[in-house]
């Protein structure tokens, strides 16, 4: 017999509360579900780290799904190929060097790992503040994007975690919150975020990478929102550098839940 609708009702409320309260002590919150933030979670998850990934919108990929203006295709150079067909999405060669994929696909893929990792991916909340101690992040201020678009006057709530990334995008959301309220000067030239520059994608792939990184006490920088802090340039549809930098911002974490030290 199907289940009446309270039943129904009951099983989505109860399931989903376990699993939001499992994420208010946390050991990584991801914010922003693009391909930095999906790679970043789903090694983390891999690891068997406590993970949750926080994206204001539905859908879960960010800017991936759009490839270049529509034209649902993204690329991927060699360097990053490995990765993309390590979480199952196939690749096809233009030339040397670069790769196509579907956008569809990858998203799908990078999301369906994530969450089968043990990643608990969060969506329709959006990051508001952070919580700060001794000038060091610790946490992170939430509420349901409904309310903020419906402009409702309703209070956040807030969760805890050892380490926060900011896989935002071009706005660095939560460097833009912390640099606005926190009083914490983030590890730049001039102690806030340096802004992004015009079109360079050779060069902004490599410094994505490069510059992940803690970028305050308490928070690591991955994706995009890489190169609108550290002032590198934008790439476009072109995706490896998101895949790399997710990546190095969940292996820099993994060493930092070990007691490492950051290396430069
Ligand atoms: O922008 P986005 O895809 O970030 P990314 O992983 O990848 C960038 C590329 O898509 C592209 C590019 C390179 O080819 O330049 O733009 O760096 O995904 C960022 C996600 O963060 C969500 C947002 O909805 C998007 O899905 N997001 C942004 N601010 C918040 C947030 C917030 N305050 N709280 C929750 N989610």
């Known amino acids: 017999m199907v289940p009446d609708e309270v039943v129904i009702t009951q099983a989505i409320v109860s399931t989903y509360l376990k699993k939001f309260l499992d994420c208010t002590r946390t050991e990584v919150a991801v914010v922003g579900g693009g391909p930095s933030g999906l790679v970043a979670a789903c090694f983390l998850a891999r690891a068997g780290r406590r993970v949750v990934l926080f994206e204001r919108k539905l859908g879960i990929g960010g800017g991936m799904w759009g490839g270049g203006m529509l034209f649902n295709e993204i690329v991927v150079q060699e360097e990053a190929r490995g990765l993309l067909e390590e979480f199952g999405v196939r690749t096809r060669r233009f030339q040397e060097n670069c790769y196509t994929a579907d956008a569809v696909e990858a998203v799908s893929a990078l999301a369906f790992r994530a969450v089968q990792a043990g990643a608990n991916i969060l969506n329709g909340i959006s990051v508001e503040d952070v919580v700060v101690r001794e000038g060091r992040v610790i946490g992170l201020v939430i509420n349901w994007s409904a309310v ?44 806030k975020r340096l802004g992004e520059q015009s079109m360079w994608a050779e060069r902004a792939e490599q410094l994505t990478v490069e510059n992940t990184r803690e970028i305050c006490p308490g928070v690591y920088v991955a994706g995009m929102a890489v190169n609108a802090s550290f002032g590198g340039p934008r790439m476009g549809p072109i995706f490896g550098g998101m895949l790399l930098s997710g990546r190095r911002a969940a292996e820099r974490i993994l060493s930092r839940l070990e007691g490492k030290e950051e290396r430069p």
């Open 148 to 191: 903020q678009v419906a402009g409702l006057h309703v209070d956040p709530l807030t969760v805890h975690a050892d380490w926060v990334v900011d896989a935002t995008g071009h706005d660095s959301e939560v460097l833009a919150v912390i640099e606005r309220k926190a009083g914490i000067r983030l590890f730049t030239a001039t102690g």
